[in-house]
């Protein structure tokens, strides 16, 4: 089994990187690609390419034998888009590249896409679910609808057996980004680790759409193992994430930092902010159907952000032992 992560030196990437390799069987071949990957993050096993896929030769080069399956998570993200050359080039003109590559390979890989809940946009519906249609109002948005129907239009062709995967805010990414406007979901939980003040852009009473990482890299190993058979001729779907209140945010927050926390987190509601990430409930039923997963419980999202997050774990305070534990 070969298989192409595209992104891979990335936060989510990383992730998955290390998932698959952990679950390879003697003979798989993992290429990952990316234009930069950590020092430290070199996992046996993998063979790492180094380079961007809109550069001169390097998908020519990844293709010289076919790949099984590909996992396409190279992106120019959020406001980094609004860069309208860059995030054509890498966006759009590279992930035509890779699925002409993957065409022309005539192996029909299962190729397993990263959209996201960009691609809708306010006023939405008093709930969102798989016949919402989309109106993204952004590059970024756009970008992901067009390689939606690419890869839809590709499937049904029979060149691939797609699969694009509509993710909402991924958590917990490394502190300061500054291409992400949605950063302060994950910047809040850097500063109740740390007792530090912080105001969240939207009222307690807002609610918006999060997965954790563990979750998220966990459902991309579903897509690619997921049987032909059972998919539909409908190829995207929405992941079932969270709907989750800021006031829930921060209770949670509180129960795993400590008290203080309710204190030191405050609210300045942003209307722009407001208008992009505060979202009516989302009825995931295609996705759910197919077995992908989202964090059932306020609790248990910071749970699994603390699994993949060295840094959030040690500063949190474990848990107590619910009462019918107490009784094992």
């Keep these: 089994m070969r298989t192409l992560i595209t992104g891979a030196g990335g936060f989510v990437g990383s992730e998955l990187l290390g998932l698959l390799s952990s679950r390879a069987s003697a003979g798989d071949e993992i290429v990952a690609v990316d234009i930069g990957f950590a020092q430290d993050d070199r996992r046996p096993g993998v063979v790492y390419h180094l380079g961007g896929l809109q550069e001169d030769g390097v998908i020519d080069h990844l293709f010289e034998r076919p790949f099984d399956r590909i996992v396409h998570l190279a992106t120019v993200a959020g406001v980094g888009s609004e860069n309208f050359d860059l995030g054509k080039a890498t966006n759009l003109d590279a992930t035509m590249a890779l699925l002409e590559a993957a065409r022309r390979s005539g192996t029909r890989p299962r190729f397993v896409y990263s959209s996201s809940v960009g691609i809708f946009a306010a006023p939405l519906p008093a709930v969102v679910d798989d016949a919402t249609l989309p109106v993204p109002t952004n590059s970024y948005g756009t970008h992901k609808l067009v390689a939606e129907l690419l890869l839809t239009d590709y499937t049904r062709a029979g060149f691939i057996d ?167």
Excluded: C
């Excluded at 105001?199 to 759409?209: E, F, H, I, N």
């Excluded at 990430?277 to 759910?288: C, M």
């Design 162 to 328: 797609g699969l694009a995967l509509r993710f909402p805010g991924v958590i917990a990414r490394p502190q300061g980004s500054t291409t992400m406007l949605s950063a302060f979901l994950n910047d809040v939980f850097y500063a109740a680790a740390a007792g530090r003040p912080f105001l969240l852009p939207l009222a307690p009473g807002d609610a918006t759409w999060v997965m954790s990482l563990k979750l998220v890299a966990q459902n991309l190993a579903h897509a690619l193992e997921l049987p032909p058979g059972d998919l539909p001729s409908r190829r995207y779907w929405s992941l079932p994430a969270l709907h989750l209140t800021m006031s829930e945010l921060v209770e949670a927050l509180a129960e795993r930092f400590g008290s203080r926390v309710s204190e030191l987190i405050g609210f300045d509601p942003n209307h722009g902010l407001q208008q992009r990430f505060v979202f009516p409930p989302l009825v995931a039923t295609g996705a759910e159907t197919l077995g992908f997963l989202g964090d059932k419980t306020t609790q248990a999202f910071v749970e699994n952000v603390l699994s993949t997050n060295a840094t959030l774990a040690a500063a949190s305070t474990p848990l107590k032992p619910t009462e019918s534990e107490t009784r094992l």
